[in-house]
């Protein structure tokens, strides 16, 4: 039988299959290590994608590099080949080890790998008695027999690290560990006056109870923060706490820290890293100097010690800047134990952790709202409010972004070209230009050339809708309905900068919420409901109340009303002119936001509301449904569900809503709607399952999660039963 592989690609895969793989096998530990914090900084797939392959392809580029080795290993070196390239084949084996262990920035993708922590017991004794095998076949006569061990004992420090990160960060455990710390400590006092980062350090020890659903038996017992009042910290000082903490939940569940922040953890660090340090000198002064080495393989080998060592090294730097190290440095135990040495290594942390604090900025489209604009290598979350408007999902159109956040460098730019005054001279030219233009009557010919090239390009557009509406019902005909379904979701989806003022509104309502829970075996029912009934029986009339209830009576109360009160809310907005009235304004720009942000969780995160997947698939293919290709503006849909001729029961109620709403001033109506949007968003945080909330950190994060956060603050949140 003839082989398919031919001659040529089969030794070319015998030479180089170690080398690619080992190197591989490097590459994608750098990627992780780089790439790997940026995660939380951003919702972006591509990046997403990129890190979840990584690692995945991680262990397994370990695990085939061993394999390959040991077959190696156990094969008789031919004649051509020197005894000591394959001794140097079989020091790479400990280097794999080594990235079992896995860097510092991450041990786990998803929370459920935490609960994997056997299972990678299990598979590092595995191959460490391949590697252990491995070094035996090399015997006797390894030049490499001390540089072998020192780099094998690295590895096993570094997997034990991420299997001992792995066992303290799964549920059972850190559940244990957190009530016992409980009982120890007590309580955690909180000064007057502390900045934002003392505080987060200090509430975290506390409200790290919630992710393992402990903070109500800590209530129960008296356990609690002693100190001043949440509120009493203001909106931004208590966005940049919550901010800490669930950073500070990332780096518990994701990475290293809390096994390497530890006596044991800095003193195998230093061990681990002095390893490799000492087999690269041993290799580079005794050994690689007297051996007849393949030079090749000698330059892959230094790149694999240059690795290790550079990998460490920003891991370190990367440890000593993080917000753990300093809640660690802030701990009573740690300040007694180091005294002024602590508080400076605190100051040195405070000035550097700065650079991670919110980041404000003015918009740029001429509104008065100030923009989270945090540097992106520096953001703890992605600061963005991701939202769908199911009017440009009826259009299958690209929403515009209403503020845009400028880089630093675009504002940096800005700023040399109007200091150098070449922005006074582009302007003079481009009006002596323009003057000329007029003046010579050109621009007649560009205004008859830009009107016939807009009816070409309308009436391609035409053409292009009717060949992608074929196309869609062609997709749907094949079962691949869903497909068409989820790219129009995608492609309706925007991202809004988190405005300040937005921010100052959720907290004062969520604040004034606590001011009015009086009763606390009131539960939850008194601060908000799916309906938002709490908010329309203190500013609404009946009618307004009957709606929204006759509407939630057959389905879900959360997802009807979201639905309801979405499609009310992008009726009014485009239906009425904008306002002058600043205040107004600002509500009706929350209630937009907030309404388009719901909706999107509703379609893309359902489990964020603890709604069931399957239940909004049917919702956004009902929807989908209604899309009508022959209208092609925002105003003429608007018009349609006002008139009421359909026959979709969701629609009519929202145009009775609507009718009803009107009825109210314009302030008061806005004030209405805007506050109802706040109290679903409560709901939904305080519905949602805590797992859910805690994966969002590794996401870029959500607005409704540092909602459940605040509620949890101001201890709106009651245990449920």
């Not at 786990?108 to 056997?118: K, P, Q, R, S, Y």
């Not at 925007?494 to 959720?506: A, C, D, G, N, Y």
């Not at 969520?510 to 029986?537: H, M, V």
Request: hydrophobic share 45%.
């Amino acid at each position: 039988m003839v082989n398919p592989i031919p001659e040529t690609v089969r030794k070319l895969w015998d030479n180089w299959n170690i080398r690619g793989v080992i190197l591989f096998s490097l590459s994608l530990q750098t990627v992780l290590i780089l790439f790997a914090p940026l995660r939380k900084g951003t919702g972006s797939k591509l990046i997403i994608s990129v890190i979840w392959s990584a690692y995945l392809l991680a262990d397994w580029a370990a695990n085939f590099g061993v394999g390959l080795i040991t077959e190696r290993a156990r094969d008789t070196p031919e004649p051509s080949i020197p005894a000591e390239n394959n001794e140097l084949l079989a020091f790479w084996a400990p280097f794999l080890l080594l990235h079992v262990g896995g860097p510092d920035t991450i041990t786990a993708f998803a929370l459920e790998d935490n609960e994997l922590w056997l299972r990678h017991l299990f598979g590092l004794a595995f191959q460490a008695v391949a590697a252990v095998y491995i070094f035996l076949l090399s015997l006797p006569g390894n030049k490499l027999l001390f540089p072998t061990v020192l780099v094998f004992i690295a590895g096993m420090i570094k997997s034990f690290e991420r299997i001992r990160t792995l066992h303290l960060a799964s549920q059972e455990k850190f559940r244990d560990s957190t009530a016992r710390k409980f009982v120890e400590h007590r309580l955690n006092v909180i000064k007057e006056g502390a900045d934002y980062l003392d505080a987060a350090s200090q509430y975290f020890q506390f409200f790290k109870g919630i992710v393992v659903d402990l903070l109500h038996h800590f209530h129960a017992y008296g356990l609690a923060i002693r100190g001043p009042s949440f509120g009493t910290f203001g909106p931004e000082k208590a966005l940049g706490i919550i901010e800490v903490e669930l950073n500070l939940f990332y780096e518990i569940f994701h990475t290293k820290i809390q096994v390497i922040c530890s006596l044991l953890g800095i003193i195998l660090r230093f061990t681990s890293l002095g390893s490799v340090v000492a087999a690269l000198s041993i290799f580079y002064f005794r050994v690689e100097k007297h051996g007849r080495f393949n030079e090749f393989d000698v330059r892959i080998t230094y790149t694999l010690f240059l690795g290790a060592i550079a990998l460490d090294i920003i891991a370190f730097f990367m440890l000593i800047f993080s917000d753990w190290t300093f809640t660690v440095l802030r701990n009573d135990d740690v300040k007694s134990r180091f005294g002024k040495f602590s508080n400076l290594i605190v100051a040195v942390l405070r000035w550097f952790l700065i650079l991670k604090s919110p980041r404000w900025q003015h918009s740029h489209d001429g509104g008065k709202y100030e923009l989270l604009a945090t540097p992106f290598p520096f953001r703890r979350w992605s600061g963005s409010v991701s939202g769908i408007s199911v009017m440009t999902f009826w259009l299958n159109a690209r929403p515009s972004r209403v503020h845009k956040v400028k880089s630093c460098w675009q504002l940096a730019c800005q700023n040399v070209i109007r200091k150098l005054g070449i922005d006074g001279i582009i302007a003079c030219t481009v009006n002596a230009i323009d003057g000329c233009i007029h003046s010579c009557g050109i621009h007649k010919i560009f205004q008859n050339i830009a009107l016939a090239t807009n009816k070409v390009i309308y009436f391609l557009y035409k053409i292009m809708a009717e060949l992608g509406f074929l196309t869609e019902k062609l997709i749907a005909l094949l079962g691949l309905g869903d497909v068409v379904l989820l790219r129009r979701i995608r492609r309706s989806q925007s991202h809004e900068p988190l405005l300040k003022e937005m921010w100052k509104f959720i907290f004062s309502e969520i604040k004034e919420k606590a001011d009015d829970a009086n009763d606390p075996e009131a539960g939850n029912s008194g601060i908000c409901s799916a309906s938002g009934s709490c908010t329309l029986k203190k500013l609404a009339n009946a009618r307004v109340e009957e709606i929204t209830e006759r509407k939630t009576e057959d389905v879900p109360e959360l997802p009807a009303s979201v639905v309801l009160w979405h499609l009310a809310t992008d009726l009014l907005y485009y239906t009425n002119e904008e306002v002058s009235i600043q205040k107004t304004k600002d509500a009706r720009e929350f209630s937009k936001i907030l309404s388009d942000y719901m909706f999107y969780l509703l379609l893309v995160k359902p489990t964020m509301l603890n709604i069931a997947a399957t239940l909004m698939k049917l919702v956004a293919q009902i929807l989908f449904d209604l899309s009508d290709r022959k209208i092609s503006s925002v105003k003429e849909i608007c018009e349609k569900i006002m008139r009421k001729d359909n026959h979709i029961g969701e629609l009519h109620a929202a145009a009775d809503l609507v009718e009803e709403l009107k009825k109210f001033e314009e302030d008061k109506r806005w004030e209405l709607v805007s506050k109802v949007w706040v109290e679903l968003m409560c709901y939904g945080a305080i519905r949602c399952r805590t797992r859910a909330h805690t994966q969002q950190v590794t996401s870029g994060g959500e607005l409704i999660t540092f909602v459940w956060v605040l509620m949890h603050h101001f201890e709106l949140v009651k245990p449920q039963v």
